[in-house]
């Protein structure tokens, strides 16, 4: 994901002077190909994501578009009052672009979790959040990003990330991207660990239940009509994100369900408790938090049946 965001962050700045990129003293060789081709328009500002969230709204001010990469615990969590306070209270468009959502980062720790930072750009008003799922919906996404005249927050993998089948680069906003059929159950996922939903859901295929996986990229401060329209067709809806589900997907989705009156038997699978515990690769991480492919595909067994039992009942 890092190189298709940077890959499609210069043919925008080819077409728009106006296109900036900042740092804080992370991803040279990733950024090389934009320090490059526009020397002029790319600033290391150091170990500095709080100044650089300031030096971005000044640049912002004066008609710059711009876009600020780091680590997205710190491009998130470290600067979140300058972001607030800058480009979110002026409407201005400044993108923070945090690569290593979730527990991309796992051998190093809690500190380079990026857990919260979906939750915490959403309760920002007006600062569009997306966490594509992989390399192609990336650069739909930068493009997408790079019409928007206001504050945007891009979710990224650290890096390997696979194409998702079915997916072809689609992103649009609001708008949930069906990757596999199915009339039995629903998944909706979002970011990197979308191939593990789709995993599950095949594994779930084998056992005769047929489970519609959906990629919500776009995750609106508030409900929209088309994920509303998804969410109706479905008793047993299952919400996957490698974060925390209060402010994430699973809130939104359930928000959706509140204030629409659906009638959807929702779970949610994310991170949850505290930090600290053992630490370990994403793998070990995701499995631990139940996010794994074979853990998803238990969970939403166990929705299947209640839902069939409550079917049932009713």
Not at 75 to 82: I, M, S
Not at 286 to 312: E, H, I, N, P, V
Request: net charge neutral.
């Amino acid at each position: 994901m890092r190189n298709s965001f940077v890959a499609e962050l210069v043919e925008v700045a080819r077409a728009d002077a106006s296109v900036m990129l900042l740092t804080a003293d992370l991803g040279y060789n990733v950024l090389d190909v934009f320090a490059h081709e526009f020397p002029d328009r790319f600033l290391n500002v150091g170990v500095a994501e709080q100044n650089m969230a300031g030096i971005a709204t000044g640049l912002a001010l004066t008609g710059r578009r711009v876009f600020i990469y780091s680590i997205a615990t710190f491009a998130t969590l470290r600067c979140f009052e300058q972001f607030r306070n800058g480009p979110a209270l002026h409407n201005l468009p400044v993108c923070v672009v945090g690569v290593g959502g979730g527990y991309a980062y796992g051998n190093l720790g809690p500190s380079h979790f990026a857990l919260e930072d979906i939750a915490a750009m959403r309760a920002l008003g007006g600062v569009q959040v997306v966490a594509p799922a992989d390399p192609g919906q990336t650069r739909s996404a930068v493009r997408a990003i790079s019409q928007w005249n206001g504050p945007a927050y891009l979710r990224l993998g650290k890096g390997g990330n696979p194409a998702v089948p079915g997916l072809e680069g689609r992103f649009g906003w609001n708008q949930p991207e069906t990757i596999r059929q199915g009339d039995d159950l629903l998944f909706i996922a979002t970011g990197a660990v979308v191939p593990e939903a789709l995993a599950a859901a095949e594994r779930l295929a084998l056992k005769g239940i047929q489970a519609r996986v959906a990629v919500q990229a776009h995750l609106a401060a508030e409900p929209t009509a088309e994920l509303a329209e998804l969410l109706k067709g479905y008793r047993g809806v299952l919400t996957v994100e490698e974060g925390v589900v209060t402010g994430g997907l699973g809130a939104l989705v359930a928000q959706t369900i509140a204030q629409g009156g659906l009638g959807c038997r929702l779970q949610m699978a994310g991170a949850r408790g505290g930090l600290a515990g053992p630490v370990g690769s994403r793998e070990f991480m995701l499995a631990s938090q139940g996010l794994d492919a074979d853990s998803l595909a238990d969970t939403a067994l166990g929705l299947f049946k209640r839902k069939t039992s409550l079917a049932r009942n009713a």
